[in-house]
């Protein structure tokens, strides 16, 4: 069975970094595109990151408002994926999914698997 | 970027009722949308890919269709488990981004 389990939330003070972590199992991460995912308190979703798979060496991409201050890595070893957030800010604060995507007729989709989320705090 | 808008963003149905929600792109993505389905407390769950195809597992009274700019998620037959917010996402380039989503509630 498929499985994600995310990891590492909690509460950090503004300016400050966190590391979240996705561990996945049932499936290999270097055969599929996975995304980050947050969800503000009772507000939408919004796409943060993407981490391509093997065929596509692994690259990643990220939404505007994080570029330069999330990266995402991964694991092979322990089949994980991980976001480094580093200068955080409030509205950062959200419960962040991970989420494995697949590929068909041309692109690649997030989300056949999501995890349950973690939520992150960036408060003073 | 491109912008989703999804209307309309709240919709009072009744049991049995069928339901559309329109998502339209501020340029063209060809068929490259994806429509979800959150619960509150709960991850999102994918519906349709590639605009009109199903995902396995998904009940057959969701179907999508559109191309272009306009898409439609369709709900024939509303059920009790289908009352919950609805997200389309484009993934035509990036950033990838969603609508801000319809919240269905039960009349």
């Known amino acids: 069975e498929v499985q994600l389990v995310e990891s590492g939330g909690g509460l950090v003070q503004p300016g400050g970094s966190l590391r979240l972590s996705c561990a996945g199992s049932?499936?290999?991460?270097?055969?599929?595109?996975m995304d980050w995912v947050r969800q503000a308190p009772g507000k939408g979703l919004e796409w943060v990151g993407r981490l391509r798979d093997k065929t596509q060496s692994f690259t990643t991409e990220y939404t505007a408002s994080v570029k330069g201050r999330f990266s995402i890595s991964r694991d092979e070893s322990k089949n994980s994926m991980f976001l480094q957030m580093n200068s955080l800010k409030v509205e950062d604060t959200a419960v962040y999914y991970c989420a494995r995507g697949f590929c068909s007729g041309g692109t690649c989709y997030t989300g056949d698997k999501w995890g349950q989320g973690t939520l992150v705090t960036v408060s003073s | 970027d491109i912008q989703l808008t999804q209307s309309p963003s709240f919709l009072s149905p009744s049991l049995g009722d069928r339901v559309t929600i329109t998502c339209r792109a501020s340029?063209?993505?060809?068929?490259?949308l994806a429509w979800f389905q959150q619960k509150p407390g709960k991850a999102p769950i994918l519906l349709i890919y590639?605009?009109?195809t199903l995902q396995s597992g998904v009940p057959s009274r969701f179907s999508g269709s559109g191309s272009g700019t306009e898409f439609t998620l369709t709900i024939t037959s509303l059920q009790p488990e289908d009352f919950a917010t609805y997200y389309c996402?484009?993934?035509?380039?990036?950033?990838?981004?969603f609508g801000q989503g319809t919240r269905l509630e039960i009349k």
């Open positions: 590639s605009a009109s």
């Open positions: 340029q063209a993505i060809s068929n490259y």
């Open positions: 996402q484009h993934l035509d380039s990036y950033p990838l981004t």
């Open positions: 049932g499936f290999s991460f270097s055969d599929h595109f």
